[in-house]
């Protein structure tokens, strides 16, 4: 019997659960690896170099594949299969590693090797997000979207917090080469539950060629221009970032020039800011907002964007206070950020999803990058703690405007354009969920 679906509609029996979290959990082992190895690295590029210069290259090298080849990942996971793109793109990953730690041993690494593998990690991440994001819809049910965007906010959490403690561990424990393996070990428990488990995914019949992959990506930059509501929710958030994202380059140097404070009194800060965005995610993970996505979106970016305006305006003497708005902006954060996520993943048809984020994913990777240009020179003119306040209320300001919108407002309401028959799943009942 051949059954046609949205993500959306799949019939589930209880066992899609233990293939999610199998899914999910391999994949957040993953993660927390490759952000141990960053910080692994850091650190070696740090003692071998002590300059700054050195580690915004590798920043660079990390940061700049999301903007450069997003388009493609998202193409690419919207007409091969998902399951396959992360296992090869996790295992290549692995594979870096694996050369960077043999270069080592052998007494041969220079710093271009470490940026140019990086830069080659990075890449791969382009391709397995949009195919991850876009599997999630066909293993879990539309109302456990929530609590899925929620349990990934939590670990995005968990690895601010963990990742530099974690990764000082592993090399107080074992030579650094030693440490770096623990990322190829994640990246295997990372691959190991996907052989096991069936992604349900589009059918595409048309042949593959660049012409064809270069209207695979037109199409996703179509479906968001066509759709008043997302390019609303995009221009957003892309404004929302552009303001905010230098402010959490600045908190270093508004805890030090301006309260007056330490290396700890930095790490006390954006420790209990990690806290708040697990205590945030896990608030969505166990109450969905499946029925107001688009108002808690807009409410938890207020909140945090309030939080942080609130932050600069703290008293010099009463930095504790300054540590609370702190953690209540990163918790209201991961309470805007997850019904977000789930909203786009239930709104976008599903054979569409890995080039639409990914053309997402690449008008808020460049809002960042401009929001500091701009500040930077801001903060040395006004000083560091205006730069802070004023980054606050305009992004506050923006938040708050999206509320005029009747077309963001209203885009929940867009979810039945997945539901028709062009946009739709086909899937046999043998490789549904259960």
Wanted: hydrophobic fraction near 55%; include cysteine.
């Amino acid at each position: 019997m051949t059954i046609k679906s949205s993500s959306s509609h799949f019939t589930y029996d209880p066992r899609w659960k233990v293939r999610f979290f199998a899914f999910w959990g391999g994949q957040a082992l993953s993660l927390v690896g490759s952000a141990l190895t960053q910080f692994v690295l850091i650190w070696w590029i740090t003692q071998t170099t002590g300059s700054a210069t050195s580690l915004a290259l590798l920043t660079m090298a990390a940061l700049l594949p999301a903007a450069l080849f997003s388009p493609l990942g998202g193409a690419i996971a919207d007409r091969f299969n998902r399951r396959l793109i992360m296992i090869v793109t996790d295992a290549v990953t692995a594979a870096c590693i694996l050369v960077i730690v043999s270069l080592y041993t052998a007494g041969t690494i220079q710093l271009w090797h470490v940026y140019l593998l990086t830069f080659i990690r990075s890449t791969m991440q382009a391709f397995q997000r949009p195919a991850a994001v876009s599997s999630t819809p066909n293993l879990v049910p539309n109302h456990w979207l929530d609590r899925v965007a929620g349990m990934n906010q939590a670990l995005e959490g968990i690895m601010t917090i963990a990742a530099a403690p974690l990764g000082a561990l592993a090399l107080a424990v074992f030579p650094i080469q030693n440490a770096l393996m623990i990322d190829v070990v994640t990246a295997l428990l990372g691959i190991t539950p996907l052989f096991f488990i069936h992604i349900p995914q589009p059918r595409r019949e048309d042949a593959v060629t660049v012409g064809s992959i270069v209207t695979d990506i037109r199409q996703g930059a179509v479906y968001i221009l066509q759709r008043r509501g997302l390019v609303a929710l995009s221009a957003v958030t892309a404004l929302v970032v552009m303001a905010l994202l230098p402010c959490f380059s600045l908190s270093p140097l508004l805890v030090t020039q301006y309260f007056g404070g330490g290396v700890n009194d930095v790490a006390v800060m954006e420790g209990l800011s990690g806290v708040g965005m697990i205590l945030g995610g896990l608030l969505v993970s166990v109450r969905s907002f499946s029925k107001r996505r688009t108002i808690a979106t807009l409410m938890g970016y207020s909140l945090s964007c309030g939080a942080i305006a609130l932050t600069g305006l703290a008293p010099q003497n009463m930095f504790w206070l300054a540590v609370a708005w702190w953690f209540i902006s990163g918790a209201t954060y991961s309470m805007g950020n997850a019904p977000m996520m789930a909203l786009l993943q239930s709104v976008i048809p599903n054979d569409l999803q890995g080039r639409v984020f990914s053309l997402l994913n690449v008008l808020t990777g460049l809002a960042g990058p401009i929001g500091l240009a701009f500040t930077g020179p801001l903060a040395e003119w006004i000083g560091v703690q205006r730069a802070f306040v004023l980054c606050g209320v305009l992004s506050t300001l923006i938040c708050l405007a999206a509320f005029l919108s009747r077309d963001l407002i209203n885009l929940e309401e867009d979810i039945q354009i997945a539901f028709e028959p062009d946009n739709s799943v086909e899937t046999t009942s043998e490789n549904l969920p259960g």
